[in-house]
């Protein structure tokens, strides 16, 4: 999400998930407050989130087996952030795919916790990039919609959009700073022809 490549995203809690997935601390701080006033909004990004890593992660939700080397991937890479087990991320995969059953109803000791471990595994597993964690985020958005949860719109002003673009380049580095340029121009080459495309149709 640079001041230069268009984001999809469109809500202060998305905003917040992908300072969060950039291990921008001061940035998250900044969010936390507007992202936080709606706590309903966030959880449902968070799930959006998830749901659509789980899809870009594919494990065969109907296979007990493979959920299982799954969740302790997850676990074993979160556990010392999260404190997030095996079970837990079981849990919350079969509950996405709708196959809960016995004490899948008990409220989870670390609510959404869960789903984030499975996302941030997403984001290392995948080596998402910025573009991609805001198509994520982005999708979340919609999903959560979907949901008939009500979501704010949110814009930050270009000097925060200043510091998402700092804390990309210290969490990618240079390489990503030349491909942010080649984006940066087919962004403004599009609006360019989108721009003659609008003239054109609004001549009489």
Known sequence: MTTGRASGLSTAQGYY????????????????????????????????????AGSWLSPDQHNPAEIRLFAERVSKYTHAAHGVTADEVS??????????????DVSPPHPGLAELAVVITAVRDLELKPGDIDRMISSAEGLA????????????????????????????????????S????????????????SERESRP
């Open 91 to 104: 849990r919350a995969i079969r509950w996405e795919s709708g196959e809960a059953a016995g004490d899948e």
């Open 17 to 52: 998930w992908h300072a969060y997935l950039l291990g921008d601390r001061a940035l998250v701080r900044r969010l936390q407050p507007r992202a936080f006033l709606d706590r309903r909004a966030l959880g449902g990004v968070l799930l959006g989130m998830f749901s659509v």
């Open 145 to 180: 919609r979907q949901w008939g949860i009500n979501l704010v719109a949110y814009r930050p002003g270009p000097i925060l959009r200043w510091r998402f673009e700092m804390a990309e380049l210290r969490r990618y580095g240079y390489p990503a700073r030349k491909r942010w």
């Open 182 to 197: 080649a984006e940066r121009m087919g962004a403004f080459v599009d609006w360019m022809r989108d721009d003659s495309t």
